[in-house]
């Protein structure tokens, strides 16, 4: 169990084979498109404090328009759906292994460090 800022205990529950939060095998991809939202932030330890925020509870998409660097902010970080080219891979690697629902800790791409949320 760790805290976050706020002093609110969290506990992570990752897969130590994919460093992603839940199981190690994602969701089904249907029709070759993946619906998912993110948070984009500069720098790490800003991602890890935000990502300690949402496993204490937070709301993803409150913590997405506040801090995020992506325009998607404006929609709760919501990317919509999208192909496996539209994507950077680290990104659409990471969507790949989340199920539903589920939120990935900090994934690096050349853009800064991605939040993830899958949503369909």
Same mark, same amino acid.
């Given at each position: 169990? *760790? ?5 609110? +205990?969290?506990?992570? %529950? ?19 498109? /993946?619906?998912?939202?993110? @948070? #984009? @932030? ?6 890890? &404090?935000?990502? &300690?925020? #949402? &496993?204490?509870?937070?709301?993803? &998409? ?11 902010? %404006?929609?709760? *970080?919501? #990317?919509?759906?999208?192909?496996? *080219?539209?994507?950077?891979? +680290? ?6 292994? #989340?199920?539903?629902? +589920? /939120? ?7 853009? *800064? ?8």
């Amino acid at each position: 169990m *760790g805290k976050n800022k706020y002093g609110k +205990e969290y506990q992570k %529950k990752v897969n130590p084979s994919t460093g992603q939060k839940g199981g190690s095998k994602g969701d089904p991809i249907r029709g070759g498109k /993946i619906k998912a939202s993110h @948070i #984009l @932030i500069d720098k790490f330890s800003r991602a890890t &404090e935000i990502y &300690e925020d #949402l &496993e204490a509870g937070e709301k993803f &998409e409150s913590l997405a328009q506040q801090y995020s660097s992506c325009p998607s902010k %404006k929609k709760g *970080g919501n #990317l919509g759906d999208f192909s496996k *080219g539209d994507m950077v891979s +680290e990104f659409w690697n990471a969507c790949s292994k #989340l199920k539903v629902g +589920e /939120i990935s800790q900090p994934v690096k791409t050349q853009h *800064g460090y991605h939040i993830i949320k899958r949503t369909g």
